[in-house]
Every structure is written in C-alpha cells, then in structure tokens.
C-alpha cells in the first residue's frame, strides 16, 4: 500500500511540472449570444464549442485575456453588446 502512495505522488509530481513547463499558448475572442446580445470572452484553447449554439464570433482573435476584456469593454461602450 506503501509503494501505491509513493508512486502516485510522483506521478502527481511529474503532472504538475509538466504542466508547469509547457507554454501557455492562450487565444480569446469575443462571442454574442443572439436571444440576449450578452457578450462573452471565448478561451480558444477550451476544447469544446460554447453551448447552445445560438452565438455568433465578433471579434477578432486576441492574444491576451486583457485586451478580449478591453474588446469588449469597448463593445459595451458602442452599444454592440448588453451586460
């Protein structure tokens, strides 16, 4: 029972610097939902599409969480989007 402790924790320990290592490569975009207008900050690296399907892309892809929320801070401003 001992040695299933100790490899799990190394393997637990192996996950983390891994993932610790690896590059974020993180994309944003914005999405509108059509019935509401409520627009929303995308994750691109989400591997899934958002759901339902009743949105569209309105914006371009950026690459940092701060300008998407700059994007749509904007989008609010223009009357583009509702909170």
Known sequence: ???????CA???LAVTAFVAAS???ASYHLIRWQDTGFCQI???SIPTTP?????SRVSATVPTF???L?????ALMN?????
């Open 10 to 12: 190394a393997v637990g």
């Open 70 to 74: 700059m994007l749509k801070d904007q």
């Open 51 to 55: 759901w339902p399907s009743d949105y």
């Open 23 to 25: 590059p974020a490569e």
């Open 79 to 83: 009357g583009h989007c509702t909170w």
């Open 66 to 68: 701060g300008d998407a």
């Open 42 to 44: 995308w994750d691109e």
């Open 1 to 7: 029972m001992h040695r299933i402790s100790v490899l």
